[in-house]
């Protein structure tokens, strides 16, 4: 079964004007960081893939320019990513069954004072996100109706938030990262959008590659599911197929409107080797492309 991201919250003081603010975060899973609203480092997929039993990196970020003065929120966004996703063409090689964070922010304030805020148990966690479904390998569901990844604005008293659980880790597998992170390093543009004799419509971006797609410009009602399914090849009729279709139908990225109207979507927890695009849910109006 695939599960929802889990999203993780909490609220802190910071007494006084703040000098330096580092963040060193970990997780069993994928994240992304929020700190009153704002996403955090550029980074994608950390903390990337390890034997997580015998390592498991964190990484530091200076988060000084996001840290004020008075109240703050910290929003922490767990996928499944290698430590309890379907990799293995879909098979899976799991190493555990619950998503987990380690986060410390050291506060240095101008007087010379310091101040330690970890993952304890004032952070609570909901799965009612918008991630419906975040899986490193078969892709993810996004559902737009659900936003509320700015975070600062949380109502911590929703019945679908509760307290986390505190368990004690081995710290002896941390390790900093010292390597570059994963980054997105190239824009590829598509090089055809047709529709084939079966009436697919088809996105060719040129070239096999492993990435994520990007898209703009999407217009529909609240609740038009918009399907992104992904392969390096097309059969050779020119109708789209998955290569482990014996397997497992993977590659596959949902998107759910709000109907907010020219609506953006970029996956952030899954990536895909591919070369062409087969896009179901359009009608015969594609948008623009970003």
């Known amino acids: 079964p695939y599960f929802p991201a889990v999203m993780m919250f909490r609220r802190f003081q910071a007494k006084a004007k703040v000098a330096q603010a580092t963040l060193y975060m970990t997780a069993h899973g994928v994240y992304e960081y929020y700190i009153n609203g704002e996403k955090g480092a550029d980074v994608c997929l950390a903390?990337?893939?390890?034997?997580?039993?015998?390592?498991?990196?964190?990484?530091?970020?200076?988060?000084?320019?996001?840290?004020?003065e008075g109240e703050n929120a910290i929003g922490v966004v767990i996928a499944d990513g290698w430590f309890k996703g379907k990799i293995?063409?879909?098979?899976g090689c799991e190493y555990g069954t619950n998503p987990a964070l380690?986060?410390?922010?050291?506060?240095?304030?101008?007087?010379?004072?310091?101040?330690?805020?970890?993952?304890?148990?004032?952070?609570?966690y909901s799965y009612d996100g918008p991630y419906r479904r975040a899986d490193i390998y078969n892709g993810e569901t996004y559902d737009a109706r659900k936003q509320i990844i700015d975070f600062a604005s949380v109502k911590m008293d929703a019945a679908d938030w509760n307290p986390v659980h505190a368990v004690e880790i081995d710290k002896a597998v941390l390790s900093a990262q010292t390597d570059a992170?994963?980054?997105?390093?190239?824009?590829?543009?598509p090089i055809a959008l047709s529709t084939n004799q079966k009436g697919e419509l088809i996105l060719d971006m040129g070239q096999n590659f492993?990435?994520?797609?990007?898209?703009?410009?999407?217009?529909?009602?609240?609740?038009?599911?918009?399907?992104?399914?992904?392969?390096?090849?097309?059969?050779?009729?020119?109708?789209?197929?998955?290569?482990?279709?014996?397997?497992?139908?993977?590659?596959?990225?949902?998107?759910?409107?709000?109907?907010?109207?020219?609506e953006s979507y970029e996956p952030a927890f899954t990536y895909?080797?591919?070369?062409?695009?087969?896009?179901?849910?359009?009608g015969s109006e594609p948008w623009k492309k970003e």
């Open 47 to 68: 903390p990337e893939f390890t034997t997580y039993d015998k390592l498991l990196k964190y990484q530091v970020y200076d988060v000084t320019q996001n840290v004020n």
């Open 181 to 189: 992170p994963v980054r997105p390093v190239r824009e590829i543009e």
């Open 102 to 124: 380690l986060m410390e922010l050291e506060l240095i304030y101008e007087d010379g004072r310091k101040e330690i805020i970890c993952s304890d148990e004032q952070f609570s």
């Open 88 to 91: 293995a063409n879909g098979v």
């Open 272 to 282: 895909h080797g591919f070369r062409y695009v087969r896009i179901t849910g359009v």
């Open 210 to 262: 492993a990435g994520h797609i990007r898209v703009s410009g999407m217009k529909g009602a609240p609740g038009t599911k918009i399907v992104f399914e992904h392969t390096e090849e097309l059969a050779p009729d020119g109708s789209f197929t998955y290569p482990f279709a014996e397997k497992v139908q993977a590659q596959k990225d949902i998107y759910i409107m709000d109907g907010s109207g020219g």
